[in-house]
């Protein structure tokens, strides 16, 4: 998975600066024109440079060091999901569940935070996280068109040791289409149930080294019956692909998200501090990656980008309209760094790299200042591939942390692949990441005036909370069995968490909540995922997951559902008709304590699609029915996802 | 290069070394013009030569040189091997007048080169064939059939030079279940094409044509390819080092082996079978991109696998 990994340099900056001389350079047509040319023999003795080189190439499944899933388009668009958080449903060991209709989030194995914070989150190797308030991943999830994924590779695990101190309970890495892949037109449009509006266009153009697509979204729906969670959210994203030179590539994100989110209960007297109002969001973000290809092997790669998000959520509060409650602010996050892949003698393979980044956050409510607060963090990391045997593959890894607020740490990590055959290789490893607490958890301070009068203090943090840590053991195995079509993944793990980042819970109004370290849950159980093809038209997938979690706290101990399934039915069928069937169940567990333990949640997801040729337009018009069983109880008992159906038709021309 | 260069003054020093022997028995002049005097023309012809004399010694008096030595059509020879399109160009050109012109052999010329340059009224008379370097089209899906058993939908780019050869892939693609996808490579530009190709189909097999596949274009038909995790079947070992999963191909060797063969076999006669492909051929596969894509490949396999199916 080292190769998914983004990190960065000067040299990035260079070519950003450099990047419109690049674009009017290239995006000149060359002057070579073979239309003219006929045939010959030399056509079949012509040398060719080599364009997939060993370091370009994704690592085979069964060499990665860890359990990984990959999510293509074709199943992200089959699968019938809305949100991308939906889609990780298919992923063993993943808990959804939408905070309101408004929140979609997905946890990896436990329902640990609300906001998907210990998950690392990738968008083309831009790590999506809000440093405003918890380090929150949901909304920078939302932030991505489903019509633009190419693929979502999930790394079910703990990988700090690769991917820095975010990846600390699963690595969901998104990759978009290449703008070479996207040039044309494309529409989509949904509409349904519960104000389900979804609006997508696209637009991609180019030629030989240089290919861009910029695509606009526009997302509506009412959320979740009886609950004040509309979502409006409109988003555009540009893409540009470009080759500078035979050796190098140079990929530049620049994208806007901007939408009003339902927030609050109802009644206003029986929840005054929380009243139903609408919470607006917007973000934007520019990223540059660049690579270049050395000597056969090795490679080269930087990157640098820059994300804002800002947050507008004030209202008064219900029984004293003179207290102005106001959670609102923004944060912003600067990253720059550089990766180095090469040989390191015959049998072994390094990747070393560093890379910086700021976070800043400022709130007047949350930090009771008008002061930018910021964090600063230098990474150093490095893996080595080594392959003593063919059979044998071990990955020896590490990443030192520097924070600038809590001081250094260390994450390593060892891995061994043992190749029983070629189809067959079993795994084990061990893990150390640690979490760093988010600038709110180090430095937050929250108080509401009633005039110039103290009316409560909510939160202060003494500034004593640590990092997290969780030491992850697993074994695995991934197979192919070839004549069934099946392939299979499996993993066992015991995770233990240790210094657990909660607040310490009110005691009276006027006494602050503070950050502090609990023990943690241990998490242990086993996972599998098989995906099977039977039949050329026909793919099943199971994704299961067993759990325990060990705790002293009973709502941690609850927190993790013995067991979560997803089975999926995939099928076409003549006349272009394609269908698909999505069960997802969970044993009970919860999201908010235990007087809040969903009732064996279970969702039942249908969709057909009927794919549309017209001339050299393509396209598809489809029929999802979401939980087609009747609904189930979401995030709290009062809470309730009920069946919703919605159409699509999308046109690529 | 230095090598090419020994092997044919070898060659041209056999040939002198033979002249005066073989004359004395009733020997038969035979003219190898190539389009290039280095690299696979010469191993391709060196390989005739070789075949022809393996099986008749001293029977055959050689004049190898690059074709526009060949300067006149006398004295004339009982029969001419041309080795690449340039040479069987040169060599119509220069019997263009003659009523009687010795049988013309092509080797080592793509089917769609040859056809293009062929005299057809000569053709008929038995008077030129080829042993082509290109594939079968049976040849080539009965591959991807035997690699990657679960595809149905084999794709082709098409261009101007490769568009009158999809009817007979789509022939041969229908006996086998399988479904051609061809997309044109036309006004809307190769990345349109992909696109469109690479939407449906769970192979891309790559066509000789310098419109669609060139050394601009195979890096952004090779990457576009990847990402869509379709595997690509290539046309030369250049494409397997490139990055293609497979190849298909003869080497000059091969080609020319079979040229010698249908020369020993005619060198009595004065006409010609009809034209041929290559019996011989190599499958090469690149185990980098196989592990990658998730595909246990083994080539030595492969080509027997493939061989066998051919045996009568």
Excluded at chain 1, 38 to 59: G, I, M
Excluded at chain 1, 191 to 215: E, P, Q
Excluded at chain 1, 217 to 241: E, I, M, P
Aim: aromatic share 10%; charged share 20%.
């Amino acid at each position: 998975m080292a190769e998914y990994s983004f990190r960065i340099s000067k040299l990035a900056w260079r070519c950003v600066a450099q990047a419109p001389l690049c674009f009017a350079l290239i995006a000149m047509p060359a002057a070579a024109d073979h239309a003219a040319d006929h045939v010959t023999e030399s056509d079949y003795f012509d040398d060719l440079p080599v364009v997939l080189s060993v370091s370009r190439l994704a690592q085979p499944l069964n060499e990665v060091p860890g359990a990984v899933t990959v999510i293509d388009r074709d199943l992200i668009r089959r699968s019938g999901a809305r949100e991308v958080a939906e889609v990780l449903r298919l992923v063993p060991g993943f808990l959804f569940t939408r905070r309101n209709g408004a929140n979609p989030l997905a946890s990896y194995h436990s329902a640990l935070d609300l906001y998907g914070a210990r998950m690392q989150v990738y968008v083309d190797g831009r790590s999506v996280y809000s440093s405003f308030y918890l380090g929150d991943t949901h909304r920078g999830l939302q932030g991505i068109v489903l019509e633009d994924i190419e693929r979502i590779e999930v790394l079910r695990g703990s990988n700090s040791a690769a991917y820095g101190a975010d990846a600390f309970l699963g690595v969901v890495n998104i990759v978009t289409r290449h703008a070479a892949d996207t040039h044309g037109g494309m529409v989509s449009i949904s509409s349904g149930d519960k104000g389900i509006d979804d609006n997508v266009a696209r637009v991609g153009w180019g030629d030989k080294g240089a290919h861009f697509r910029l695509t606009a979204s526009l997302r509506k729906d009412r959320g979740l019956d009886r609950v004040n969670d509309d979502t409006r959210l409109s988003q555009v994203h540009f893409r540009a692909d470009l080759s500078p030179g035979p050796h190098d590539e140079l990929r530049i994100h620049v994208g806007s998200m901007e939408g009003g989110f339902g927030e609050g209960l109802a009644p206003a007297a029986a929840n005054p501090g929380n009243i139903e109002r609408t919470v607006g969001w917007s973000d934007v973000y520019a990223n540059a990656h660049w690579r270049r290809e050395l000597a056969s092997g090795e490679a080269i790669e930087a990157h640098l980008s820059y994300e804002q998000d800002r947050y507008v959520d004030n209202f008064p509060y219900a029984l004293l309209p003179t207290i102005k409650i106001d959670y609102g602010g923004r944060g912003s996050r600067l990253e720059a760094g550089f990766q180095h892949t090469l040989n390191a003698g015959e049998h072994s393979r390094l990747v070393w790299g560093a890379e910086w980044r700021r976070e800043t956050a400022y709130s007047p409510s949350f930090f009771y200042s008008q002061e930018t607060f910021s964090a600063n963090r230098l990474r150093t990391f490095a893996n080595m591939e080594w392959r003593p045997h063919a059979q044998w593959l071990f990955n020896v890894g590490g990443l030192y942390e520097n924070h600038n607020i809590i001081g250094g740490s260390f994450a390593p990590r060892l891995m061994a692949n043992f190749h029983v055959t070629p189809d067959h290789t079993l795994r084990a490893g061990v893990t150390q990441s640690s979490r760093a607490p988010g600038l709110y958890e180090l430095r937050g301070d929250t108080r509401f005036y009633n005039g110039a009068a103290l009316a409560d203090w909510t939160f202060r943090s003494s500034g004593q909370v640590k990092a997290e840590t969780l030491i992850s053991n697993e074994v695995g195995y991934f197979g192919r069995i070839r004549s069934l079509g099946l392939t299979v993944d499996a993993r066992g793990f015991v995770e233990r968490m240790n210094n657990r980042v909660r607040f310490s819970g009110r005691t009276g109004v006027g006494v602050p909540n503070d950050a502090i370290n609990t023990p943690g849950p241990h998490i242990h159980g086993f996972e599998y995922q098989f995906d099977w093809k039977p039949f050329a038209a026909t793919r099943i997938l199971l994704s299961e997951a067993h759990l325990r979690s060990s705790s002293g706290l009973a709502d941690e101990t609850i927190e993790a559902p013995h067991r979560t399934t997803t089975l999926a039915w995939f099928q076409k069928l003549p006349g272009d008709l394609d269908f698909s069937l999505i069960s997802h169940a969970s044993t009970p567990y919860s999201w908010q304590g235990i007087n809040n333990v969903l009732d064996t949640p279970r969702q039942l997801d249908a969709r057909l699609a009927w794919g549309l040729r017209i001339g050299a337009t393509r396209g598809e018009a489809a029929f999802t029915v979401q939980a087609i069983n009747g609904g189930h109880q979401e995030y709290l008992r009062a809470y309730r996802f009920d069946r919703r159906a919605f159409a699509t038709l999308r046109l690529d021309f | 290069m230095r090598r090419w260069f020994f092997t044919l003054l070898a060659t041209v020093c056999l040939c002198l070394m033979t002249y005066g022997s073989a004359s004395a028995a009733g020997p038969v002049p035979v003219w190898v013009a190539l389009s290039d005097t280095g690299g696979a023309h010469a191993e391709a012809a060196e390989a005739l030569r070789a075949r022809v004399e393996q099986a008749q010694p001293g029977r055959v008096v050689w004049r190898v040189a690059h074709w526009s030595q060949f300067s006149s059509p006398n004295p004339e020879p009982h029969w001419v091997v041309a080795v690449g399109a340039a040479a069987q160009r040169g060599m119509q050109e220069l019997f263009a007048a003659d009523p009687t012109p010795p049988p013309l052999l092509a080797i080592l010329v793509p089917r769609p080169a040859f056809e293009r340059i062929a005299d057809p009224a000569r053709m008929q008379a038995g008077l030129l064939s080829a042993v082509f370097l290109d594939q079968p089209p049976a040849r080539q899906l009965e591959l991807i059939r035997l690699a990657l058993p679960t595809v149905r939908n084999v794709g082709i780019l098409v261009g101007a030079d490769s568009r009158e050869h999809s009817a007979t892939f789509e022939r041969a693609a229908k006996e086998r279940g399988m479904q051609l996808v061809a997309a044109p490579v036309g006004q809307g530009g190769l990345f349109a094409a992909l696109q469109q190709v690479l939407a449906d189909a769970g192979v891309l097999l790559a066509l000789p044509d310098p419109a669609v596949f060139n050394s601009e274009t195979a890096a952004n038909i090779l990457m576009a390819a990847y990402r869509r995790q379709v595997p690509l079947v290539g046309f030369s070992p250049a494409y397997v080092k490139a990055g293609a999963l497979l190849a298909l191909y003869s080497t000059p060797a091969q080609v020319g082996t079979r040229g010698g063969d249908v020369l020993r076999q005619n060198l009595a006669g004065r006409s010609l079978p009809p034209p041929q492909w290559s019996r011989e051929f190599t499958v090469k596969v690149n185990q980098d991109v196989a592990r990658s894509l998730g595909f246990a490949l083994d080539e030595a396999r492969l080509g027997e696998q493939l061989r066998e199916g051919e045996r009568p």
